[in-house]
């Protein structure tokens, strides 16, 4: 069962923007990193950003650039803004929490992030 939830997924053309946000709501602070996933079909899901709990951000180089992964005002809340859109990005994007106080390996690799949102569909046509 889905515990975080991601929203603001959307079609748009490429080159165009999205931001997605992620209602983590009880799975924020405590020394736990915050990070996003995207995966589409026949594809092994992928890390896109994470916040880790001292600030350091860390992107896929595909994104790079491009993607930015931050703590919303609401402290609840955390987003990935998304520019520069391009067709290989569309997937359903996924935000997920680590346990507290716990730093991830590879803060790209899903297997350190137990919680998770059921997702939210990204589509990007050219």
């Known amino acids: 069962q889905a515990q975080l939830v991601e929203s603001g997924g959307d079609s748009v053309q490429a080159g165009g923007s999205l931001r997605l946000s992620c209602d983590a709501s009880?799975?924020?602070?405590?020394?736990?990193?915050l990070a996003w996933f995207r995966e589409s079909p026949g594809k092994a899901r992928e890390g896109v950003a994470a916040l880790s709990a001292d600030g350091t951000t860390t992107y896929a180089d595909s994104v790079k650039g491009r993607f930015t992964i931050s703590q919303d005002y609401d402290p609840n809340t955390f987003t990935l803004q998304m520019a520069m859109l391009k067709p290989e990005d569309t997937a359903k994007y996924y935000c997920?929490?680590?346990?507290?106080?716990?730093?991830?390996?590879?803060?790209?690799?899903?297997?350190?992030?137990?919680?998770w949102g059921q997702g939210t569909q990204v589509t990007v046509s050219s």
């Open positions: 009880g799975y924020t602070g405590y020394g736990r990193s």
């Open positions: 997920a929490a680590s346990p507290p106080y716990f730093s991830p390996h590879d803060p790209l690799s899903p297997r350190d992030y137990p919680t």
